[in-house]
């Protein structure tokens, strides 16, 4: 069955650090893969996406993501943590079979100063 | 201007009265979605319409029901409101009939808390 996977459920980084939030899917044809994050409050917004080409994809906001097909995964990064990423981070495939998109159960990202 | 909008933001009424939410969006897109938020951050779909017409249920309880009257309106409405109901319903909207493929526009949220 088609499913993501977004292990750690949150995540607490120092402002100015290094942030990766990791992503892991299972889908058997190739995946369509979307970084969306939502701040409190609001609905979500789209960082980036990956159809095909470039494996290193790079968002809004600083963003980057890597599609790694070996591991299965789309882990989410950024170099520079800044007070206004935190929020929640979702990561998402779409799914040719069943017409939508499937969402993991996001990572809370926490900013400390 | 706001790209997709939903009314009312929030929304408290008691077990069994029936409600609705309303959907609009302003970017001539094509499919627009209705996803429920539970309480853990869990985002589900429910249903999706391409030009006016259901191409998604997702195993929905029969007491909601969408109402499409033009392709920028999508409409939500919950008969018999149960506890189990409440959680934040968010509309979206895409372009194309493959739009999940592509990148989603997610309204601001309604919250629904069921007493």
């Known amino acids: 069955a088609q499913s993501v996977t977004q292990p750690d459920i949150h995540i607490t980084v120092s402002e100015g650090a290094s942030l990766e939030l990791r992503c892991n899917y299972s889908?058997?044809?190739?995946?369509?893969l979307f970084w969306y994050v939502q701040s409190p409050g609001q609905g979500l917004q789209l960082l980036l996406k990956?159809?095909?080409?470039?494996?290193l994809v790079q968002g809004i906001k600083g963003f980057e993501a890597e599609f790694k097909r070996s591991q299965s995964s789309f882990n989410l990064r950024k170099p520079s943590v800044h007070w206004s990423d935190a929020a929640e981070y979702f990561c998402a495939v779409g799914y040719t079979g069943g017409f939508k998109t499937i969402f993991g159960a996001g990572t809370r990202l926490f900013v400390k100063a | 201007d706001t790209a997709v909008s939903q009314t009312p933001k929030y929304l408290v009424t008691q077990m069994g009265n029936d409600k609705s939410i309303k959907c609009e969006q302003n970017?001539?897109?094509?499919?627009m979605y209705w996803y429920k938020q539970d309480s853990k951050k869990f985002l589900k779909i429910m249903f999706s319409y391409n030009n006016k017409e259901l191409i998604i249920n997702e195993t929905v309880p029969n007491r909601f029901s969408p109402k499409s009257p033009d392709k920028a309106h999508l409409n939500l409405h919950i008969n018999s409101l149960e506890l189990g109901d409440s959680a934040v319903y968010f509309c979206?909207?895409?372009?194309?009939?493959?739009?999940?493929?592509?990148?989603?526009?997610f309204g601001p949220g309604t919250r629904l808390t069921v007493t």
């Open positions: 979206a909207s895409s372009q194309g009939g493959t739009g999940f493929l592509y990148e989603q526009y």
């Open positions: 990956y159809f095909s080409g470039d494996t």
């Open positions: 970017l001539g897109h094509d499919t």
């Open positions: 889908y058997g044809a190739t995946p369509y």
